[in-house]
């Protein structure tokens, strides 16, 4: 397969197309309308492949919701304000265990904010933004290509553990080219017994998030938590840029890693020896790995475009071992490296 | 090696255009590539810009401090993005409309009249292609084999009269300015 330049919304489509999405709904809102339009051209194409431009955001939640629950790979998507409208639809889909992939293009916030580039859904996406004892797995690719890879493994991840997984990029991630080769997806497994497509001789099944019997609901709560922790287990993923001889770790995702990545280059001209410790799984938080840096790194920076959300985790995952630092610019506005450069250099500088 | 290119001007000039086909034509080179554009609630007529990282080693940021290049289409993008270009960095302009010159001292500076040279091409809208031609030139990042190529496969093969016109467009960009 051929190296393709394509813009990051786009390559999300593609690869949902290619891992055997076949239901696709959703709204249109800026900065994602390119993987809405993708799916309208393309998802026909494929055997079975339905495209809906539902006449709501919770519409579209609840649509997926409903293919997911008859066995198909689904995905709905939208961005910060339309995910908002999403939550109670993602709840259910939490507690009825249905895979299905939310892509969360995000933009300003709060409200309706701006469509500049924004990273402040991190709480939301990360602590579940519905009601109830739930978890989604949050995937934050950082490139293209991890966008098309990362969407790939989205829907082996949410059948494999049947729950809905989110993936979160931004504004940038979604409008930029970038050169992508998309790998062969896997071949799907998922048991029967869990689509919904008529009893036949069988039992009947049924899906259900109401169970009004508080010790049925407690034990359904308890083994969703077991399924959590497996996932916590299993599926942290990270990345380490140029931690070996590193006397400090800037900590950050998806777009936010990339403009580090930068600063980090312009910063070891000036000998200054930085490295980079980049969460591609925000849940599961690669808590122990970045821990385990503590014994080596005692200055860690956060930066991220948000006031400060990823940094509880970090946090929380440092305990304390190490200093933590923050540097973050909210609401659309995106440093350039340079811009950050100085901000780190400043903060290496000062003494204890 | 990282290049940093920088594209504005208005929205409808094919702004957006010259940074994907260039974009392009580096990947088909071999080399690692992203393009960002800027994007907004904008329409026909309103500011539109790009940029295009190009290198031969895994691009970090593709947000640029300071591009090295910086092609401009329009007067205001002359004003507001003059002084994001590193020093010794190449400014092209269109002064077919854009009177003014560059207040620093510190970068070259490469006029191109191209929206006069389409006019006398026939096609007004070639002109991003014009700059394309002057911008390949002096630039040497790709050949102009590459990028024609590319632009063709871009521009759909359905459209054979536009290969046409946008070769010559090239053409008279390219030759328009000493490498």
């Known amino acids: 397969m051929n190296k393709v330049l394509m813009s990051g919304n786009f390559v999300i489509g593609e690869a949902a197309i290619r891992a055997g999405c076949r239901f696709y709904a959703g709204y249109p809102i800026t900065p994602q309308n390119e993987l809405t339009e993708y799916m309208a051209e393309h998802i026909r194409n494929a055997e079975g492949g339905v495209f809906i431009q539902s006449e709501s955001e919770i519409a579209a939640i609840n649509m997926i919701a409903g293919a997911s629950a008859a066995g198909i790979r689904v995905m709905t998507s939208s961005s910060s304000p339309g995910i908002s409208l999403k939550q109670e639809g993602i709840s259910s889909m939490a507690a009825c265990e249905l895979p299905g992939i939310i892509v969360n293009i995000m933009r300003g916030g709060p409200g309706l904010g701006n469509i500049r580039p924004s990273q402040g859904d991190y709480f939301q996406a990360t602590r579940g933004g519905g009601h109830g004892d739930y978890r989604t797995i949050v995937l934050a690719p950082a490139s293209g290509q991890e966008l098309a890879d990362l969407t790939m493994d989205a829907f082996d991840l949410a059948d494999k553990y049947r729950t809905p997984v989110m993936i979160l990029a931004d504004g940038m991630m979604g409008q930029m080219m970038e050169p992508v080769i998309f790998k062969k997806p896997k071949p799907r497994h998922y048991n029967e017994k869990f689509m919904l497509r008529g009893a036949g001789d069988g039992k009947s099944k049924f899906i259900r998030g109401l169970l009004l019997d508080p010790i049925d609901s407690e034990e359904h709560n308890w083994k969703l938590f077991r399924k959590y922790e497996i996932i916590k287990k299993n599926e942290p993923r990270f990345e380490e840029h140029r931690i070996a001889d590193a006397e400090a770790v800037i900590v950050a995702y998806g777009t936010a890693a990339r403009i580090a990545k930068g600063a980090i280059k312009r910063l070891r001209e000036h000998n200054l020896k930085l490295g980079l410790f980049r969460p591609i799984s925000l849940w599961p938080f690669p808590e122990m790995q970045l821990r385990s840096l503590a014994a080596q790194v005692k200055k860690f920076i956060v930066f991220e475009m948000s006031t400060g959300q990823m940094l509880e985790d970090v946090r929380l995952a440092l305990q304390g071992y190490a200093d933590v630092e923050f540097h973050g610019r909210p609401g659309g506005a995106v440093p350039t490296p340079a811009e950050l450069a100085n901000v780190i250099s400043k903060i290496c500088d000062k003494r204890d | ?179």
């Open chain 2, 1 to 179: 090696m990282i290049i940093k290119t920088f594209f504005s001007g208005f929205g409808g000039q094919g702004v957006l255009m010259m940074g994907i086909s260039l974009a392009n034509s580096a990947m088909n080179k071999g080399y690692h590539v992203t393009y960002l554009p800027a994007y907004g609630a904008e329409m026909r007529g309103g500011t539109a810009n790009c940029t295009v990282a190009i290198g031969d080693e895994e691009i970090a940021s593709p947000v640029s401090s300071e591009p090295d290049y910086l092609i401009v289409m329009n007067s205001p993008s002359l004003f507001t993005f003059q002084n994001k270009i590193t020093s010794d960095g190449t400014i092209f302009l269109n002064s077919s409309i854009i009177n003014d010159r560059p207040k620093r001292q510190d970068v070259k500076v490469v006029c191109v009249p191209c929206a006069d040279i389409a006019l006398e091409l026939g096609n007004s809208r070639v002109a991003n292609i014009i700059m394309m031609g002057a911008f390949i030139k002096v630039s040497d990042i790709v050949t102009s084999e590459i990028y024609l190529k590319c632009l063709e496969t871009i521009m759909g093969s359905r459209k054979k009269a536009l290969a046409e016109i946008n070769r010559k467009a090239f053409a008279a960009g390219y030759d328009y300015v000493k490498a």
